[in-house]
């Protein structure tokens, strides 16, 4: 049963979440505006405009709520105990080549816990949402993690970082573990849709290197309140403020913290990762 509290942030991200998802869908097959932070790290105007929309939106409903956003937007708010973390459009590699696989991303954190995700896929028109304690749903269907238990019949996503060209082979050691020890590996393009697939089944694990909070802090709630696990690559506790994410349905999580393990004893990374 939700609360009117639960109720009411739940409303304000779908409402924010909509109104940037059909802002998306209008333009992924547009011609694009693109710019480029990195050789490898882009970010479009869409990605900006989503991002002042979903602002704007929040913000007239919770003037006091922080904001941690992708695209450079950082408000205080010192005097609440909220803070929305947003990624306008997480896979905007993808949105840029008309690839159909993007979502928003929209969490809500309570004295630093996050206890609100939301993503939304614009085209799939699917959207996954979690509040803590209040399980995890697809368009207001219950989901729940996958029941395989057996790393060798398992599939598994993962994604890699923007220093993928400086650190190819120890990022590629691990997608090398995992395909040799499931039944295949996924490199999809959006880290929060990629969490909400473990969280539906539809993958039975995903781990990253390098994801930042507003590509995590959604998923990762939603995974969990589908009854799965989320920790770090070393098993220890999880953080959106972290570096690494490892997320499965739990049965395998064991396994895969060994393939891990295996694959670091093997190759170190080059330099700090």
Same mark, same amino acid.
């Given at each position: 049963?939700?609360?009117?509290?639960?109720?009411?942030?739940?409303?304000?991200?779908?409402?924010?979440?909509?109104?940037?998802?059909?802002?998306?869908?209008?333009?992924?097959?547009?011609?694009?505006?693109?710019?480029?932070?990195?050789?490898?790290?882009?970010?479009?105007?869409?990605?900006?405009?989503?991002?002042?929309?979903?602002?704007?939106?929040? %913000?007239?409903?919770?003037?006091?709520?922080?904001?941690?956003?992708?695209?450079?937007?950082?408000?205080?708010?010192?005097?609440?105990?909220?803070?929305?973390?947003?990624?306008?459009?997480?896979?905007?590699?993808?949105?840029?080549?008309?690839?159909?696989?993007?979502?928003?991303?929209?969490?809500?954190?309570? %004295?630093?816990?996050?206890?609100?995700?939301?993503?939304?896929?614009?085209?799939?028109?699917?959207?996954?949402?979690?509040?803590?304690?209040?399980?995890?749903?697809?368009?207001?269907?219950?989901?729940?993690? @996958?029941?395989?238990?057996?790393?060798?019949?398992?599939? $598994?996503?993962?994604?890699?970082?923007?220093?993928?060209?400086?650190?190819?082979?120890?990022?590629?050691?691990?997608?090398?573990?995992?395909?040799?020890?499931?039944?295949? $590996?996924?490199?999809?393009?959006?880290?929060?849709?990629?969490?909400?697939?473990?969280?539906?089944?539809?993958?039975?694990?995903?781990?990253?290197?390098?994801?930042?909070?507003?590509?995590?802090?959604?998923?990762?709630?939603?995974?969990?309140?589908?009854?799965?696990?989320?920790?770090?690559?070393?098993?220890?506790?999880?953080?959106?403020?972290?570096?690494?994410?490892?997320? @499965?349905?739990?049965?395998?999580?064991?396994?895969?913290?060994?393939?891990?393990?295996?694959?670091?004893?093997?190759?170190?990374?080059?330099?700090?990762?």
């Amino acid at each position: 049963m939700r609360d009117k509290e639960s109720t009411e942030f739940l409303a304000a991200a779908w409402e924010a979440a909509k109104s940037a998802g059909s802002l998306i869908r209008d333009n992924w097959r547009k011609k694009k505006q693109i710019e480029y932070k990195s050789s490898i790290d882009l970010v479009t105007a869409i990605d900006r405009e989503s991002e002042q929309l979903i602002v704007r939106t929040l %913000q007239k409903r919770f003037p006091q709520h922080a904001i941690l956003a992708e695209e450079n937007t950082a408000i205080g708010g010192n005097e609440s105990d909220y803070r929305w973390i947003i990624d306008p459009l997480d896979g905007t590699t993808n949105f840029a080549h008309d690839y159909p696989q993007f979502s928003v991303s929209i969490a809500l954190e309570r %004295q630093g816990k996050v206890i609100l995700g939301l993503v939304h896929d614009p085209i799939r028109e699917e959207t996954f949402k979690a509040y803590e304690g209040q399980g995890a749903y697809l368009n207001e269907s219950p989901i729940h993690v @996958s029941e395989g238990a057996e790393l060798g019949k398992a599939l $598994v996503a993962t994604g890699f970082p923007y220093d993928r060209r400086e650190k190819a082979d120890f990022y590629l050691s691990f997608y090398k573990k995992f395909m040799m020890s499931t039944h295949g $590996v996924r490199r999809a393009g959006s880290a929060a849709l990629d969490l909400c697939f473990v969280a539906c089944g539809r993958v039975d694990g995903f781990w990253e290197f390098g994801l930042h909070a507003w590509d995590i802090a959604a998923g990762s709630l939603i995974v969990k309140e589908a009854g799965g696990t989320v920790t770090d690559l070393s098993g220890q506790q999880f953080s959106i403020m972290g570096t690494e994410t490892l997320a @499965s349905n739990g049965r395998i999580h064991e396994a895969m913290l060994q393939a891990i393990r295996e694959t670091r004893n093997v190759d170190s990374p080059p330099g700090d990762c």
